[in-house]
């Protein structure tokens, strides 16, 4: 579906300015995360009110940015918790991280209350769906990455009539120079990356501080022995096991490239790898908000997101992509060879757990 030119541009400005301020956000947040030496591993608390302060944040600067009378928003999380007794720390943190950052933009004029804050999070609760226009955030996706001082991203994509029309991935740590080939990596010392796409009109990337944003393509690797590949860092998100049976079979020779969040779509849609696999356990729902950013960012810059079976991903079924067996994103000179590696390695694989 290309659309004219113009279409969505007031749109994708909006949402560049609210992944920015919300990346800003996140990032003080995990800053202060990292310098912390009493952080306990399991203290889940940064996290959760970066998570609130990112999704308050970027519902607020899409109402204002866009002042439209319907505005849907499917994102991640809800004030349920927040309203409850024992929360109020929580929310008072969230609400002056919100306050300083739209403060800190310089163009807003806004100070907001703690009841503000937990309306705009509830913004959130839309079901999706295939008609009409719709947000879809993710407001830290990611959230391991982000504990452990790896990577993240703030994803947010628009939906018109079921299909992705623009995406935006604020990526703070990801470095400017491509990864995934280590003799480069070392000299990558700035890092945060700005992704955009808008249907019909390419991909590009800047820094999140701001440099001009120049077009990015994926890569353009015929051979699979010349390509690398992504996956989740997390071994409980997608089988690594049967994806290197996949790269494998395929010809890759490179090891993976494990990293967390959207970002993998990123990296893919410049080129630093040709091939992003997810194989969640039995069962795993995807949310829509865990790809809708990353596809189009991909697919915009040229390449092929897909279920294992082939079928192009379908964000119009409301909350969930209804999908159970995979997502494989590639060029479209390697999806052909992939496909096929895929199939073959899930038959072999309900053939091994099958009784004799
Ligand atoms: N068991 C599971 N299988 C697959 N994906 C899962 C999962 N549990 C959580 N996820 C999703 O995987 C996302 C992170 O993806 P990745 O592994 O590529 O970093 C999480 O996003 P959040 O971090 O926003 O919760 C979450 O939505
Ligand atoms: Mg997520």
């Given amino acids: 579906m290309a659309a004219p030119p113009a279409s969505y541009q007031k749109e994708l400005a909006a949402a560049r300015k609210a992944a920015s301020l919300a990346a800003r956000l996140c990032q003080s947040v995990q800053k202060s995360l990292l310098q912390s030496d009493v952080q306990s591993k399991a203290d889940r608390s940064p996290v959760t009110v970066a998570d609130y302060g990112s999704q308050a ?13 319907s505005f849907s928003l499917v994102a991640e999380e809800d004030s349920g918790d927040l309203r409850k007794d024992g929360s109020q720390e929580t929310l008072r943190r969230i609400t002056n991280l919100v306050n300083d950052t739209l403060s800190s933009d310089g163009t807003y004029n806004l100070s907001l209350s703690e009841e503000d804050v937990l309306v705009a999070i509830d913004s959130g609760k839309s079901e999706g769906g295939p008609h009409g226009r719709h947000w879809v955030l ?59 796409a808008r249907i019909g009109a390419g991909t590009y990337m800047q820094s999140l501080d701001g440099s001009p944003p120049s077009k990015v393509h994926v890569s353009n690797i015929e051979n ?60 795993y729902r ?56 895929v199939q073959s390695s899930l038959k072999e694989k309900v053939q091994s757990a099958s009784p004799l």
């Fill in 57 to 69: 944040l970027v519902s607020l600067v899409l109402k204002t940015e866009l002042s439209s009378e």
């Fill in 138 to 196: 993710d407001p830290i996706d990611g959230t391991k990455g982000f504990l452990r001082g790896d990577q993240y991203a703030i994803a947010l994509g628009l939906l018109d009539e079921g299909k992705v029309v623009l995406g935006v991935l604020a990526c703070p740590n990801l470095p400017l120079a491509p990864i995934g080939h280590s003799e480069i990596e070392s000299l990558a010392t700035k890092v945060g990356c700005l992704f955009s």
């Fill in 224 to 283: 699979p022995a010349d390509a690398s590949f992504f996956e989740s860092f997390e071994a409980a998100h997608s089988l690594h096991d049967l994806s290197s049976s996949i790269a494998t079979k395929v010809g890759v020779q490179a090891p993976p490239v494990r990293i967390d969040s959207q970002a993998k779509y990123g990296a893919l849609a410049r080129g630093d790898g040709a091939i992003y696999l997810r194989f969640p356990h039995k069962g």
């Fill in 286 to 341: 995807e949310k829509i908000w865990d790809h809708a950013a990353g596809c189009i960012v991909v697919t915009e810059a040229g390449g092929i997101a897909t279920d294992a079976a082939g079928n192009a991903l379908d964000f119009s079924k409301g909350r969930y992509l209804d999908l159970d067996t995979g997502i494989i994103v590639t060029n479209a000179k390697l999806m052909p060879l992939l496909l096929n590696a």
